[in-house]
């Protein structure tokens, strides 16, 4: 399986090479790095990674999640609680046979102090929690292990039908040209347009849009633009002629 593993401002060298060596436990091989705050090739990490060195010295560092996630066509974000109005989480079992039937999915964690803000888990498709006791805090090495062993070496079967879903940089401009046609038609503002926003996305994730489909729906906010445009050039031009007749003297 094409599978990433996207640390997102990882703290510590060690925590990073923890993960590294994690990763090679259970066959995933492809870390990104989202605005690490120390140095992941640093000694400790390199110490910490043990036999996960070649893994860990190939790593990808990226300046926002967005980059990281712009190839993936299955993003899968990781928390312990319930966010506002951002779906809940799933049991990884829930969610095996959609990461499996992707072709690039991604499992993004977030810092160890905090963990994933709403903002990076806007960018997730769907949310999955590791079923812990009361204290639901795990080490980042930790939950790249769990989480990693649940979609790499859990034992449900694969699916047999694969989609190919739209990478998430298809599915991120498609989110921005719904919000600017939101604005120009009046339907949400400044105000209200985030939340709106996740609604939306909550709706057309579930889709498991293909790029085809992605650049249909972007057609048609394209049409509803230029509907508009036309419509406002319409009526500037009817406002200039009854300008036109109005200042016409009569015979």
């Not at 060690?14 to 690490?36: C, E, H, Q, T, Y």
């Not at 989480?89 to 046979?97: D, G």
């Not at 992707?102 to 803000?117: C, D, H, N, Q, R």
């Not at 047999?160 to 739209?166: C, G, I, N, S």
């Amino acid at each position: 399986m094409n599978l990433a593993v996207v640390l997102v401002s990882p703290k510590t060298p060690g925590n990073i090479g923890s993960a590294a060596r994690a990763m090679l436990n259970m066959g995933a091989s492809d870390l990104r790095l989202v605005a690490p705050r120390c140095n992941h090739l640093d000694a400790q990490a390199v110490a910490m990674a043990v036999h996960a060195e070649t893994l860990l010295r190939s790593a990808r560092v990226y300046p926002t999640l967005r980059e990281a996630l712009a190839d993936r066509d299955i993003s899968v974000g990781t928390t312990a609680r319930q966010r506002g109005d951002l779906p809940p989480p799933r049991h990884p079992a829930q969610l095996r046979p959609l990461v499996r039937a992707a072709a690039a999915p991604a499992l993004v964690f977030g810092p160890e102090e905090t963990g994933l803000i709403n903002s990076d888990l806007e960018q997730c498709q769907v949310t999955v929690r590791i079923p812990t006791g009361d204290y639901a805090s795990l080490n980042l090495a930790q939950a790249v292990l769990l989480v990693c062993y649940e979609f790499l070496q859990g034992l449900d079967d694969v699916p047999d039908l694969e989609r190919k879903t739209a990478t998430r940089e298809e599915m991120e401009a498609m989110y921005g040209h719904l919000q600017e046609t939101m604005h120009l038609i009046g339907y949400t503002d400044a105000v209200r347009a985030r939340h709106t926003l996740r609604l939306w996305r909550a709706m057309l994730d579930r889709a498991l849009m293909n790029s085809a489909e992605s650049r249909l729906f972007r057609g048609f906010l394209r049409q509803v633009h230029w509907k508009v445009g036309d419509a406002g050039r319409r009526g500037a031009e009817g406002e200039a002629r009854q300008g036109e007749s109005a200042g016409t003297p009569e015979s």
